[in-house]
């Protein structure tokens, strides 16, 4: 081919592809779609119109006080169905007995009008018995005949009837006579007009009888005899019992009711451990309403549950540790991070079964990292030596001083976590606390490490004297120093204290201690003094003391978490079976804690061989020091802040707001001028809501108290800028 023509057809080629490839497209419009308003007149109004009102008529539906609940929620209408049922298979049984309490009653009433037995009362009131006796003899007698007569009229009657009509009128006439018996009978022994003949238990579906319910509040004196309840759910079946919720009348407060549970079981006839009363809150509940669950039988006898730890190859210590059940048998689950538990009770009821459920759940997580400090000196904590980072187990003065060296070490530990904690990003650590993703990167060594103390008395009674910055103090003072401090500023750091104690007493367990420590769990004690130092003040006031326990009930206790539960997050306390977790279940989860510490790389210290005690001089030892006294904490203070320390004390640690209304009368200070002084101080002033002496809440002004430990310390430290004087000009 010329080659001319060959560039010439190149060429054409090349024209042609480019018009393909810059071809021109049609139109793109950049916009939002927007559905069109429907319209409201036209052919096409009455259907909006009929959505309108269908809406209205379902709000109304769902909120009005004259539709039953059971046709408001699928629920309730499904066991508003099966009661339908179980009435209809019960109803002939139902009729027969109404049929039989009709006769008994007619056959009462004949016999009292054929004997003439009100006369008769009457004469005898009048104590004219003996002149009536001949009047009352006649009459007797008339009626006998009167009644004589009438039998043979009426089977006189029935024959007549039956040789003409045959049987049927006679079993329409039956028919009806036993409606009528079963209508006369269809009250039951108690109610007015009868007269009890046999005592007997009650059944649960009598007890949750709403009108009962009323009978057994007023017998409680929960109500007036003039009060009534209201009922907001139908009794219905859950699990092993009736559960049923009701509205107090106004005034009334549903604590009342869980405070006074024994008197109300009493009146239902149901013994005090089948009844649970909790308080309904949140958006569904209020002061006054309460939810009732009545068991079928004791809950708490069957054989325990073993854990359901022995299922998982692995758990995570971010999540809550399956502790136990509850009565209603829902699995009650224990949070551990950013919280402590203590657990309280006498011997051989479950403390220390109760305390290893808690640790069960850290050592199948190889990233904690444990301390176990075995005061028994048993065999109970042993397994446990092969996944703990320290352990010991004794109760020599030399095992409490390695305790008090170990406890000194993870002072050490908290303060440089939150040094290094400053200096991360706010990606990593977003509100200066450790989060999971920190708890398991090695290279920040901030794993969740948890202190377990079982007998924590021994320790705690030691007075073997120590040197803390000159001063020598027994060896059980400055424990109780040591936990109080990492309790209070350990959990954020990723700390958790657990212990376990049987002697739950003022004089053991330091109340600046019991403070601090997040979950209680209180199995059987001695007296309500003991159940109110494990669970906290007047417990027993609002309903709950584990001295009432029973016995027989091992492992059951009060649990007063820090939490979520499956009973709620705003649930006060519970009572909980732990789970059964026996030596040889216990050994199996030791042994799959330390393989998975293995397989991670994260075994330490005394289980890898490595137990190398901290001297009790430890570096931190001095660096804490003992708790300072208001006298020393107010040291280089400047006034009016030192005056509040002095004022506070140990309500410096222990309450979280203070209002200026209170410290202006406790000081004697003039408002205007204590305000100003305390800002230019860094210490200003916020509204926050207090509940006062009357149970009302109301919005004040005052100071947290951790603004003010922060400005102490500010000062004391030297950190604190000089405060500029004011600006007259």
Known sequence: MNPSKREHLDAAELDRARSRAVEPAELVLDGELVDDPPPTTGPRSRPVRWRVWWQRFTDWWLRSSRVPVSLKNRAQARQAAKDAVAAAARSPWRYLGAVVRGVVAGVRWWRRWVTVADYREAAEESEKLADKFTEIRELTLFRWRVTLTVALLTLTAGALVF??????????????????????????????????????PRSLAWTMDPQVLVDAFRDAKLISKDETLRLVERAHRIGEGWAITVDLPATRKAADVIKHREALASALAVDEVQLIAERVRGNGGHAGRVALWVADSDPYATPPRRTPLLGVERWDAWRPVPFGRDARDRRVDLPLVWTSLLVGAIPRQGKTFAARLAAAGLILDPYTRLYVADFKAGKDWDACARVAHRFLSGDDPDHVLALVAWLAELVGEVQGRYRRMRTLDDTVCPESKITPEMSRDSTLDMPVTAVIVDEVQVPLEER???????????????????????????????????????????????????????????????????????????????????????????????????????????????????????????????????ALRDAAGTLTGHAA????????????????????????????????LASVVAYLGEDLDRREFVPTAELVDALGVEPTAFGRQMGELDCRSVRDRITDADGHIRQVRGYFTADLRAAIDAHRDGRAEPCEPPDDG
């Open 163 to 200: 040789l003409i009509y045959g049987p049927r009128p006679l079993w329409t006439t039956a028919a009806l006579v036993s409606v009528a018996l079963a209508i006369l009978g269809r009250r039951k022994d108690g109610s007015p007009g009868r007269k009890a003949v046999l005592a007997g």
């Open 464 to 594: 073997t004297p120590v040197d803390v910055q000159g001063k020598r103090i027994p060896a059980g003072e400055y424990v109780g120093e040591l936990l109080t401090w990492l309790a209070k500023k350990g959990p954020a750091a990723g700390i958790v204290l657990v212990l376990a104690t049987q002697r739950p007493d003022s004089a053991t367990i330091p109340s600046g201690l019991r403070a601090v420590l997040g979950s209680r769990f209180a199995l059987r004690v001695m007296d309500w003094r003991d159940s109110n130092i494990v669970l906290g003040e007047q417990m027993n006031t609002r309903g709950y003391d584990a001295s009432r326990l029973l016995p027989s009930h091992k492992g059951v206790g009060i649990l007063r978490p820090d939490g979520d539960t499956a009973a709620g997050a705003d649930v006060l306390a519970m009572t909980v079976r732990t789970y059964y977790m026996p030596n040889e279940d216990w050994r199996t989860l030791c042994e799959r804690g330390r």
């Open 609 to 640: 061989g490595q137990d190398i005690r901290p001297a009790p001089e430890h570096p931190a030892v001095a660096s804490l020091g003992a708790v300072p006294t208001p006298r020393e904490r107010s040291a280089n203070v400047p006034e009016p």
